[in-house]
Nanobody, 119 residues
Framework: QVQLTESGGGLVQAGASVRLSCAAS????????MAWFRQAPGKEREYVAA????????QFADSAKGRFTIFWDNAKSTLYLQMNSLKPEDTAVYYC????????????WGQGTQVTVSS
């Protein structure tokens, strides 16, 4: 099992930057992959970015490419999502998630953190 706790959301203006954090209760050696998802009001949850813990290989949704960065800090056991050049359409509740083994779904989720981008 792993517990995930997000933080770092808030209200910002378009064009600003925000860094989200996700503290994990387990070592990355026990986690295969971690990801960020988001859910805007009235919409389904969507994938934003993911990172494979053993290799650091990162992938991004088209909406995040070139603006967002995902990275892991081993010393703090924390996953980050650095979001730059934010747009109003980035407004959503952001969730981090973990999958412990290859082939398993994302079975562990944080409580979410709200990011609101005003125009």
């Amino acid at each position: 099992q792993v517990q995930l706790t997000e933080s770092g959301g808030g209200l910002v203006q378009a064009g600003a930057s925000v860094r989200l954090s996700c503290a994990a209760s387990r070592s990355p050696f026990h986690i295969y992959r971690m990801a960020w998802f988001r859910q805007a009001p009235g919409k389904e949850r969507e994938y934003v970015a993911a990172i494979t813990m053993s290799s650091g290989d990162a992938q991004f949704a088209d909406s995040a490419k070139g603006r967002f960065t995902i990275f892991w800090d081993n010393a703090k056991s924390t996953l980050y999502l650095q979001m730059n050049s934010l747009k109003p359409e980035d407004t959503a509740v952001y969730y981090c998630a973990a999958r412990l083994e290859f082939g398993q779904p994302y079975g562990y989720w944080g409580q979410g953190t709200q990011v609101t981008v005003s125009s």
